[in-house]
């Protein structure tokens, strides 16, 4: 089976507004990116995301750009 990876791109206030409580309400394993800390992570988020908003999900290539809780759970393969 081929293994998903997951990243989230958040700050402080964000990482409570949803999608870390979906990946982690699923246990689901991903790499969090403080984007008001770390450079890096805010140009991935801006240049090669093309995002500006937080929170902002990554599974492998697709991008859940906010809290879209119908798009992140599809993308999880999430059954309501």
Do not use: C, W
């Not at 998903?4 to 309400?25: P, R």
């Not at 759970?73 to 999430?78: C, F, Q, R, Y």
């Amino acid at each position: 089976m081929n293994e998903k990876s997951y990243s989230l791109y958040s700050t402080k206030l964000s990482a409570m507004s949803g999608g870390k409580e979906v990946l982690d309400h699923h246990q689901i394993s991903y790499l969090e990116k403080d984007v008001s800390k770390d450079l890096d992570a805010r140009n991935t988020l801006i240049n090669e995301l093309q995002s500006t908003s937080t929170p902002t999900v990554t599974v492998d290539d697709a991008v859940v750009t906010g809290f879209d809780l119908q798009k992140l759970e599809k993308l999880l393969e999430i059954e309501n």
